[in-house]
């Protein structure tokens, strides 16, 4: 406290903190992520202008038990406590979000008011708001409130010059040598395949740009393919017109130039580089691991000990997915780590591979996992066999003696039911498995009707349901939760 910020180096020191009741707001980053780093910069403003909070900084790969006990798969991701539980999160880089959610914790804010850069000032004081601008990048001379309808002329002027800037640009989550989502990723690779040079910007990166963009252009979703100054679509027209091939003809009636075969090969970006400079000998070793197996994982670490939250995340969801899996502890020969994010043009671990294709990272495996992309590529790969959700549920609730399906995690519950069924068996002492229903639709809709239960969360022991919430409560304010998971 007092206006600074602290880099924690243990889980121990960040418990004491936050069991100590006072607000405490968690900054989780990682040295490579640009979007950390800059929103670090406000983090450290807002811990001058909140002296009465703790402002806790965890370089998240190199304090893996924090980030796994904070459920942290992207960074930056902000956690804010208060009287020693989890008050609320926020992932991505987002300025005005985290100057809100500062303010709730920890200070005061004019009900109604947002914390954007223009109306920040009456959350923090003019420190944020400087920095907050800075942020988003906001042209010196606007002077008008962003949060009024519409777009401001410098914020419009700024967007169509984005467009403008190239004969073809892409607006995207990420960058095109890391995409943070599949849509995006796929757009990038459908403009590879048309061989066109792109520009792009990473909508991410800048809240206020995001926002204004889906007025400007009259499009709610990202990505946002542009061509001449004319907006194409999202993903799925992008990708039909590359199916039929209208999207060829339309660069070619626009008198886009393509790239050669030849530079294409020494430009290539994202995906496996054709032409990486390394030795012939390391190309060939790296070539020969990432198909040493149908799926293979590159990891800080070792599956049953992995060194970074990320890299244990992507190890549960393929647990979770019954995938079976190679890995490679890329920690263990500095001549694979350095080679390999030359080789896939692929910055960060983990890299997931299948079929000698790169996947990508912890960010993209998780939202492939969340909406089902994964299994059905592990399907049609003949990777894992289709099975019936039937079989998975079962195969789920078998998974841990005592087994709880639940909205979020045990250490960050989305909702009351769950966390309050998750302290009763902390209570208890009681072991328990569980599986977030938030992060798998198929689970979440095919439970119900699997249990004829029709809420969460849902408590199992030894594959018989035992109920949901009301009962857990009953069961133990009656003194018989512990023995009914016993017997």
Known sequence: MGGSVKDVKSKAEVDAVVGAGSPVVLHFWASWCEASKHMDQLFTHLATDFPKAHFLRVEAEEQPEISEAYSVSAVPFFVFCKDGKTFDTLEGADPSSLANKVAKLAGSINPGEAASPASLGMAAGSAVLE???????????????????GLS?????????????????LFMKGTP??????????????????KVKFGSFDVMSDSELREGLKKFSNWPTFPQLYCKGELLGGCDIAVAMHENGELREVFKDQGIDTIDEEKESGDAKGGISK?????????????????????????????????????????????????????????????????????????????????????????????????????????????????TIHDRLKKLIASSPVMLFMKGTPDVPRCGFSSRVVDALRQEGLSFGFFDILSDEDVR?????????????????????IGGHDIVMELRNNGELKSTLSE
């Open 445 to 465: 809709r095919g439970l119900k009707v699997y249990s004829n239960w029709p809420t969460y969360p849902q408590l199992y022991y030894k594959s018989e349901l």
């Open 275 to 387: 032409s990486t400079n390394l030795s012939t000998g390391l190309s060939s070793r790296l070539e020969s691991l990432i198909n040493s197996n149908a799926v293979m994982l590159f990891m800080k670490g070792k599956p049953d000990e992995p060194k970074c939250g990320f890299s244990r995340k992507v190890v549960e969801i393929l647990q979770q997915e019954s995938v079976p899996f190679d890995s490679f502890d890329i920690l263990t020969d500095e001549e694979v780590r350095q080679g390999l994010k030359v080789y896939s043009n692929w910055s960060s671990y983990p890299q997931l591979y299948i079929k000698g294709e790169l996947i990508g990272g912890s960010d993209i495996v998780l939202e492939m996992h969340k909406s089902g992309e994964l299994k059905k590529s592990l399907h049609e790969k003949g990777i894992i066999p289709a099975g």
């Open 177 to 194: 040598e890391e995409p943070k989502c599949k849509f995006s990723r796929k757009v990038v690779e459908v403009l590879k395949e048309e």
């Open 153 to 169: 002329g410098s914020l419009k002027k700024r967007l169509q010059q984005l467009v403008d800037s190239h004969p073809v640009f």
């Open 131 to 149: 920095a907050v601008k800075d942020l988003a990048q906001v042209d010196a001379s606007k002077e008008k409130n962003l949060v009024e309808p």
